[in-house]
């Protein structure tokens, strides 16, 4: 696609839920990362996909945090048993392959998550 | 601790004045970046700077990357109101790592007409 997709664009659920999220990157960008932007912490690393490689997961916050990447594409970020403290936009961002200085990122509008 | 250290935190000017605004750090990065991002957007990428001394130009807004690539500014020129929005500095380091950013907080900039 022209740009980086992401839905729903904004979502309320209920303390204990579980939610996904989708991601659906540029189309022929290998890379994909998720990203959390929280009022007043600016945007906290979650997880990169990078091909077919293992991928990045050294900032998904707790083990309720998982995400997947079908075939090289579509990202689905799943969080479980929602906490208020879920709350937050979630930006998804993708990019070519190599040093992130050669491409630079696209970024989706984001999800914005409410936990009621 | 914030890897990246954005002043100031809220800047509000009035169409025509400069400004500058500051990224810091106690690390070295390859590269660093900014974006600007608008309410309900996600951001968008300004501009990237790989060497020390660095300086590059995008109309009205000028980036400078420090000599050491600890810290970066960004400096506009007869801002307008179209330039509000969040300033987000990000930096990536070399090495196995170089595909992940660490972004600051950044700098929501207001332009008033």
């Known amino acids: 696609g022209a740009g980086v997709s992401q839905s729903p664009s904004n979502k309320v659920t209920e303390k204990g839920k579980d939610v996904e999220l989708r991601c659906d990157p540029i189309?022929?960008?290998?890379?994909l990362y998720w990203y959390r932007q929280s009022l007043g912490q600016g945007l906290e690393f979650l997880i990169y996909?990078?091909?077919?490689?293992?991928?990045?997961k050294s900032g998904l916050p707790s083990d309720r945090f998982s995400a997947e990447r079908t075939g090289g594409s579509v990202s689905t970020l799943t969080i479980q048993r929602t906490q208020q403290e879920d709350s937050a936009v979630y930006l998804c961002?993708?990019?070519?392959?190599?040093?992130?200085?050669?491409?630079?990122?696209?970024f989706g509008s984001g999800t914005r998550l409410t936990v009621v | 601790t914030q890897l990246l250290e954005q002043s100031p935190q809220f800047l509000s000017i009035q169409e025509g004045e400069n400004l500058t605004v500051y990224c810091n750090s106690s690390?070295?990065?390859?590269?660093l970046q900014w974006y600007r991002q608008e309410p309900g957007e996600g951001p968008v990428l300004l501009v990237t700077?790989?060497?020390?001394?660095e300086v590059k130009k995008l109309k009205r807004l000028t980036f400078q990357f420090g000599d050491a690539r600890k810290d970066s500014s960004l400096h506009i020129t007869a801002a307008q109101p179209g330039d509000t929005g969040l300033y987000l500095c990000?930096?990536?380091?070399?090495?196995?790592?170089?595909?992940?950013?660490?972004f600051g907080k950044g700098t929501l900039l207001t332009v008033n007409p």
């Open positions: 700077v790989v060497t020390g001394g």
């Open positions: 961002a993708s990019s070519g392959q190599g040093a992130v200085s050669n491409y630079g990122y696209t």
């Open positions: 996909f990078q091909g077919n490689s293992a991928p990045d």
């Open positions: 189309s022929g960008h290998t890379a």
């Open positions: 690390s070295v990065f390859s590269s």
């Open positions: 990000a930096g990536a380091k070399s090495g196995g790592s170089n595909y992940k950013l660490t």
